[in-house]
């Protein structure tokens, strides 16, 4: 201990008190201030960034969900659109096919009772030829019967023979 | 004398390395690696070179006397500094603080490499001159009308002839002149300052150019990021830890690279120096008491939560602790300090006192691994006592500006 107090040199303390305050004035003033905040600037920075990042993320995240909700109800409205489209087509094509067919009733209708027209018309016409037809045999057979016997039934018969029920 | 058996020594050392390069054709092999190793190990021979001119009147006898002597290298070797008394004598020199920058010397010519410093007194107003007048203690000098002599490191009025008066003890009795001189710590702390502006000015402007350092910056900026994330900011607390970032960064680097500074061959000793640790804890104690908040005062003198008689116990235990905490700051780091640059000094007296044991050779390989490995040491130690130092003022600060929200 008395040692130290005698090595003690307050000259050298002296000089070490004032250096020591300018140096700490003068580092703060063009060292550590600017370096201090120099740090702070950027550790901010790098902390608003990563935030930023974390919103962007999040905003994607926010975004995707969006989308994947978007085109889920589009398939949706897709898949009943389509449903209802073949329900159209089907009925469409039903309609129609039951139209066909009531068309083609009304047609076969039609033309049943057209051809049910035209048999009787020839029917008719039939009968009136062949009332006509047997108006001439009888003529025939008639005169005929009035020459002779015999050539009056080979008449009848060749006439019977001619007259073809058509 | 004994600086001239180190210059043997390194001499001898380094005819060795000579021949090893001649024989093993090591030259191209010594890489940068190997080259820093061996300076590292060689510095403490060096550091111990710078001391010679303050011996005691018998020492100094005793050496003239062995200068006279013819010596062949190895007696050089034999006539060092053989005994425990002046290895202390030796490594207490190194220790203290001196009025001219010495390097290495040449004791048998007495020629003495390095340079002097302005000595500079408040004795009959201000009195200013080179160290050189004194050279190195051998001479009186006399300035307006009081002569002056230098002894020990010290300078101390005396008569024309030089005498100096002792006490029982072996103290000098003279007066003691007021001595406001540029020391070689003076010197070495002004250098370091510039250093330190240098090196952080160019790291602060180098954030002019975007917010990532380059260069050497890069190895900086962890430090003072280190010293505010891992010591003012526990500490002190976030809101109030910027103010001291001035104080708290300027002492860890001031410290470090200072400790640092003491373990190259420059031989300096600055923050072993009790007149330098004092100043530093008191910027502590200082800082401390005028940052200090109601709470703290009101802790040391009237301890909330404790019986009143209790209280006047506390109030005195608790005002001496506001002075031993700085006091503890003081004695370690000055302690540590002197303590490294002592052991290695030991070391490597090894040389010298292991050589009955060990022989020439053995001594000297002995002492330059232990020095070595002892210097590692007290690289870590370096930082560690920069470290130290820095986070108990923090520490304390934190403790003096704590917002107390309890009782």
Redesign the interface.
């Known amino acids: 201990m008395d040692k130290l107090i005698n090595d003690f040199s307050f000259g050298l303390f002296f000089w070490v008190a004032i250096i020591f305050v300018i140096l700490i004035v003068l580092m703060r003033k063009f060292a550590w201030k600017p370096i201090l905040e120099a740090l702070n600037t950027r550790e901010e920075g790098i902390a608003n960034a990563l935030e930023a990042a974390e919103n962007a993320k999040k905003e994607l995240e926010k975004l995707n969900s969006e989308n994947e909700r978007i085109i889920k109800e589009a398939r949706a409205e897709r898949d009943t659109m389509l449903k209802e489209a073949r329900e159209i087509k089907d009925k469409i094509v039903a309609d129609a096919k039951e139209e066909a067919n009531e068309q083609a009733e009304i047609i076969i209708t039609n033309a049943k009772g057209a051809i049910e027209v035209e048999k009787q018309a020839a029917l008719a016409e039939l009968k009136s030829q062949i009332a006509g037809i047997s108006i001439d045999i009888a003529k025939k057979v008639i005169k005929r019967e009035l020459s002779s016997e015999a050539t009056q039934l080979e008449l009848v018969e060749k006439s019977l023979k001619e007259v073809t029920l058509n | 004398m004994k600086t001239n058996s180190i210059f043997k020594l390194l001499f001898t050392f380094a005819q060795i390395l000579k021949t090893i390069n001649i024989h093993e054709g090591m030259i191209v092999k010594l890489n940068l690696k190997v080259l820093v190793v061996l300076m590292l190990t060689l510095l403490p021979f060096t550091s111990q070179a710078n001391d010679e001119q303050h011996h005691d009147t018998a020492q100094h006898e005793k050496s003239e006397h062995v200068a006279k002597k013819p010596h062949s290298e190895e007696e050089g070797f034999l006539e060092g500094v053989n005994t425990p008394e002046e290895i202390t004598a030796y490594s207490e020199h190194h220790l203290?603080?001196s009025h001219d920058f010495i390097f290495f010397s040449d004791e048998a010519s007495n020629h003495h490499y390095g340079f002097s410093l302005p000595v500079?007194l408040f004795e009959n107003g201000l009195t200013v001159f080179m160290s050189s007048e004194f050279d190195h203690g051998e001479k009186v000098v006399e300035k307006n009308g009081q002569h002056y002599k230098l002894y020990h490191g010290?300078i101390y009025k005396t008569d024309a002839q030089g005498t100096i008066h002792y006490d029982e003890h072996h103290?000098p009795t003279n007066e003691k002149a007021?001595?406001?001189?540029?020391?070689k710590?003076?010197l070495s702390?002004?250098v370091i300052?510039i250093i330190?502006?240098l090196l952080?000015?160019s790291?602060?402007?180098g954030?002019k150019n975007g917010?990532i350092p380059t260069g050497f910056a890069r190895v900086l900026?962890p430090l003072?990021?280190f010293v505010?994330d891992e010591i003012a900011r526990p500490n002190i607390g976030e809101k109030q830890y910027?103010k001291f970032?001035?104080?708290l960064?300027?002492v860890f680097f001031?410290i470090w690279i200072t400790n640092l500074l003491g373990l190259t061959p420059l031989g300096i000793n600055v923050t072993g120096?009790?007149?330098?640790t004092?100043?530093?804890a008191?910027?502590t104690f200082f800082i401390v008491q005028f940052s200090a908040n109601k709470d703290y005062w009101k802790h040391i003198f009237w301890m909330p939560g404790v019986p009143v008689p209790m209280k006047i116990v506390l109030a005195p235990i608790e005002v001496l602790g506001m002075f031993t905490k700085p006091f503890s700051l003081l004695i370690r780091l000055f302690a540590n300090i002197t303590a490294g640059h002592t052991v290695v000094m030991g070391l490597i007296a090894l040389i010298y006192t292991g050589k009955a044991m060990l022989g020439t050779g053995g001594s000297i390989g002995v002492s330059l691994l232990l020095t070595l490995f002892i210097n590692v040491i007290e690289i870590l130690v370096a930082f560690l006592q920069a470290y130290i130092f820095t986070m108990l003022s923090s520490l304390f600060i934190g403790m003096a500006v704590e917002e107390h929200d309890h009782h």
């Open positions: 203290a603080d500079i010290k103290h007021l001595d406001f001189s540029i020391t710590n003076v702390i002004l300052s330190m502006l952080f000015v790291l602060a402007n954030y917010p900026e003072v990021l505010r910027r970032m001035g104080f960064l300027t001031f120096n009790i007149a330098v004092v100043c530093l008191l910027f």
